[in-house]
């Protein structure tokens, strides 16, 4: 399936693609795998509602990002890796670098998350229309 199969991709115009296609053309991809970039890490004890699927035993959800995903789609293929945090014994001290990057925004940078539990309420246009006054006021 291409991303032109999928209703819910983004449909370029042929000369958006032809842009796009340019944008690659440019930058000298390595021959073999790439590393998945991390993304994110999140312990159960910061994050009293993440839940570890079954009784696995882990404690830690990495989020990690394919460096290298299709050019037809855009959008990286991200993949949740579940571990226990005890596990973890070889400790990088600062994450990979890609040996390549099209745009250095595309790369994460490391930073402190601090999770805080909230309550989602319904969107104003889904509420009456008195209730949505009183929110109002």
């Not at 991200?78 to 745009?103: F, H, Q």
């Not at 925004?105 to 009183?134: I, N």
């Amino acid at each position: 399936m291409t991303s032109n199969d999928d209703p819910r991709a983004a449909q370029y115009t042929p000369e958006e693609q032809a842009v796009l296609g340019q944008i690659d053309e440019d930058i000298q991809w390595p021959d073999g795998p790439v590393l998945m970039l991390p993304v994110a890490q999140l312990y159960v004890r910061d994050v009293p509602q993440l839940r570890p699927p079954g009784d696995c035993g882990a404690d830690l959800l990495q989020v990690w990002c394919p460096f290298d995903h299709p050019p037809e789609s855009y959008m990286p293929r991200t993949a949740l890796v579940w571990r226990s945090a005890a596990d973890v014994t070889d400790i990088l001290t600062s994450p990979p670098e890609p040996p390549v990057e099209e745009l250095d925004v595309y790369v994460p940078e490391p930073c402190v998350l601090a999770p805080e539990q909230v309550t989602e309420f319904p969107s104003l246009v889904g509420l009456g229309k008195d209730l949505r006054a009183e929110l109002g006021e």
